[in-house]
């Protein structure tokens, strides 16, 4: 067998320059590639961290464990309170996409799953378990100043209350036909000072007579039958029910 010695040829030193190319350009497309992994990487983590208060909380209210979403944006106008109906939960408004709406219009939004619905507790004295107080206790337990409060179907039971008698603690209301209207005259509806953007359903035929006497009445009232829907109309037009609830909070100064 013969051995070719090509020590000294041009040839050798032409492949070894193309060779040696080749490699500098392999190298170069692994460390870009390398790079936006890192990059990649980088963003996920950022965006984990970014978006960790939207997990589920827990806060303790009176010796009930009650859990809620918050979206927090960097700056808050205020706090938007978010109850929810006896088949629904704070899950809802997640899904929906309320929350989003709101926390990129600047406010807060919470979502609270109530006592005995979602991941909260029963009350402990479910027979003194006053809702009213209930809502006025984790309002100071959420540090939500003076929030509006959101408070569709049987919700109404916390916030109807609330309204009528203790004002001044909230900055807004937005019932969603909610029950315990008829609890209270319409003459003390009348009385009613802080803003309010009543929603009702135009099929909701359990409810939309009440909302229309009961609320109806109250002075600056801004009343928004959601055409077509029915009882928890902000399912069947959410793009109406975000349209009117966003319209609304732009027209507030809130603490």
Known sequence: MNFVKIKGSPYLYVFLFFFSGLCI????GNFS???????????????????????????DVNGIKVAYYDYSPDLSLGTVI???????????WKDLGTLDKISESGYRG?????????ESNKPLDA????????????ILKLDAGRPIIISPSMS?????????????????WVPVAPVSLTSATVSQYEHISIPVLAVYGEKDTSFRGQVEEYLGKIPGVTMVMISGASHPCYLDRPDVWHRALLSFLDSLNVD
């Open 82 to 92: 978010l109850l929810h109906g006896q088949r629904f939960s704070k899950t809802t």
């Open 110 to 118: 919470v979502a609270v799953d109530l006592p005995g619905y979602g």
């Open 33 to 59: 590639e390398g790079s936006a992994v890192q990059e990649i990487m980088s963003s996920s983590v950022a965006g984990v961290e970014k978006d960790f208060y939207r997990d589920v909380r827990h806060i």
């Open 127 to 138: 027979p003194n378990f006053n809702k009213t107080h209930f809502l006025m206790d984790l």
């Open 25 to 28: 350009i392999w190298l170069a």
């Open 156 to 172: 109404g039971t916390y916030a109807v209350g609330l309204a009528l008698n203790y004002p001044e603690l909230i900055s807004g």
